[in-house]
């Protein structure tokens, strides 16, 4: 018997890879749905589906027409804003027979607040940044002297965001001359005196200032279920466009696959999870932030050997996952690139 899949956030970064793992087993249906009628979901699969909004009071009501139209046995979400309203009624979903891969609502807030999760694994004694939060003008002043600015170079960006949105690094020796002609419009630099002066200007979100991590980046890809890590892929992040991974490679590095099995457990989470992490000036690593939910690049993982989204689609309509049984390639790399669809 078929598994009726529905995949929303079609025309997200990472959809088309992620529709790529779910199409390898023919005994999935994928339904693809987005807000966009250009989404690019709807010209790589047979069947799409056009949805409100996540803010949109319609959208609940239009994703359970949708399953009941389609037979849906599987919801997995690909946008960060959808994944409050699938958790909210994850219960009511589940009482008509259909699972949806997304954590706990309380769960779901902790981890996609960076101050609330923070704060919530240095008192379970697991290693941050050092940290603090900022939700004034003044407190930022006394949270970067706090970290040592400008001995130590710091960083913020707003408690909650999604990808590079808000994230600067302050640094009064980077010369302005240079970032106008050598470095991209999207540059993360900024002075601490013109960023008092945008933030003075009107009421700004919860930052978190930070120490700033100078090391390698990695994307972890795990797969939990509640709370137990049973997969932890470290990809190291060798080049970024705009925040998004586009050459890396699989690496078994044991002290971050440890580091976050105790994140995992801590958060309580569940399905398909992204947890980031950098190298610290003292080369510990240190985490940056949490994606509850599949990541843009999960796909990577399938040149190594491990479909991601296909084992969280599986494990949700009940099919027990051996962790022991899956074998990874690991040093296994990957180059990503644009294509094209015409239609």
């Given at each position: 018997?078929?598994?009726?899949?529905?995949?929303?956030?079609?025309?997200?970064?990472?959809?088309?890879?992620?529709?790529?793992?779910?199409?390898?087993?023919?005994?999935?249906?994928?339904?693809?749905?987005?807000?966009?009628?250009?989404?690019?979901?709807?010209?790589?699969?047979?069947?799409?589906?056009?949805?409100?909004?996540?803010?949109?009071?319609?959208?609940?009501?239009?994703?359970?027409?949708?399953?009941?139209?389609?037979?849906?046995?599987?919801?997995?979400?690909?946008?960060?804003?959808?994944?409050?309203?699938?958790?909210?009624?994850?219960?009511?979903?589940?009482?008509?027979?259909?699972?949806?891969?997304?954590?706990?609502?309380?769960?779901?807030?902790?981890?996609?607040?960076?101050?609330?999760?923070?704060?919530?694994?240095?008192?379970?004694?697991?290693?941050?940044?050092?940290?603090?939060?900022?939700?004034?003008?003044?407190?930022?002043?006394?949270?970067?002297?706090?970290?040592?600015?400008?001995?130590?170079?710091?960083?913020?960006?707003?408690?909650?965001?999604?990808?590079?949105?808000?994230?600067?690094?302050?640094?009064?020796?980077?010369?302005?001359?240079?970032?106008?002609?050598?470095?991209?419009?999207?540059?993360?630099?900024?002075?601490?005196?013109?960023?008092?002066?945008?933030?003075?200007?009107?009421?700004?979100?919860?930052?978190?200032?930070?120490?700033y991590l100078p090391g390698e980046e990695y994307t972890i890809d795990c797969l939990a279920n509640n709370g137990n890590c049973l997969l932890a892929i470290p990809r190291l992040r060798k080049k970024m466009v705009q925040g998004i991974s586009v050459a890396g490679v699989i690496e078994n590095n044991a002290e971050i696959i440890n580091y976050c099995e105790q994140i995992i457990e801590c958060c309580q989470l569940h399905g398909p999870i992204g947890v980031q992490v950098k190298r610290a000036v003292d080369g510990t690593f240190k985490i940056l932030e949490i994606n509850p939910r599949v990541q843009g690049t999960t796909v990577a993982l399938l040149g190594a050997g491990v479909?991601?989204?296909?084992?969280?689609?599986?494990?949700?309509?009940?099919?027990?996952?051996?962790?022991?049984?899956?074998?990874?390639?690991?040093?296994?790399?990957?180059?990503?690139?644009?294509?094209?669809?015409?239609?």
């Amino acid at each position: 018997m078929k598994q009726k899949v529905l995949m929303t956030g079609g025309g997200a970064p990472g959809a088309a890879g992620i529709l790529k793992c779910l199409q390898q087993d023919s005994t999935i249906e994928v339904v693809v749905a987005d807000a966009s009628p250009d989404s690019v979901g709807r010209y790589l699969n047979p069947v799409f589906e056009l949805i409100p909004k996540a803010t949109d009071d319609t959208f609940i009501s239009a994703i359970e027409n949708l399953c009941q139209k389609h037979n849906i046995n599987v919801i997995l979400p690909l946008v960060t804003r959808e994944l409050f309203a699938f958790s909210e009624h994850k219960q009511a979903f589940a009482q008509k027979g259909i699972k949806v891969i997304v954590s706990a609502y309380e769960q779901l807030s902790i981890a996609n607040d960076k101050g609330k999760l923070y704060t919530q694994l240095q008192a379970a004694g697991i290693l941050t940044p050092q940290f603090s939060i900022a939700t004034t003008v003044e407190e930022l002043k006394q949270a970067v002297t706090q970290l040592g600015y400008p001995d130590k170079t710091v960083c913020f960006k707003p408690c909650v965001s999604n990808g590079m949105r808000g994230f600067r690094v302050i640094d009064d020796t980077k010369d302005e001359f240079d970032l106008l002609f050598n470095y991209k419009p999207t540059s993360e630099y900024i002075k601490l005196d013109k960023a008092i002066e945008i933030l003075s200007s009107r009421p700004f979100p919860p930052l978190l200032v930070s120490e700033y991590l100078p090391g390698e980046e990695y994307t972890i890809d795990c797969l939990a279920n509640n709370g137990n890590c049973l997969l932890a892929i470290p990809r190291l992040r060798k080049k970024m466009v705009q925040g998004i991974s586009v050459a890396g490679v699989i690496e078994n590095n044991a002290e971050i696959i440890n580091y976050c099995e105790q994140i995992i457990e801590c958060c309580q989470l569940h399905g398909p999870i992204g947890v980031q992490v950098k190298r610290a000036v003292d080369g510990t690593f240190k985490i940056l932030e949490i994606n509850p939910r599949v990541q843009g690049t999960t796909v990577a993982l399938l040149g190594a050997g491990v479909n991601l989204p296909l084992l969280a689609v599986k494990q949700e309509t009940g099919e027990t996952i051996n962790p022991d049984a899956i074998e990874v390639k690991w040093g296994t790399q990957f180059t990503r690139h644009w294509t094209e669809v015409f239609h």
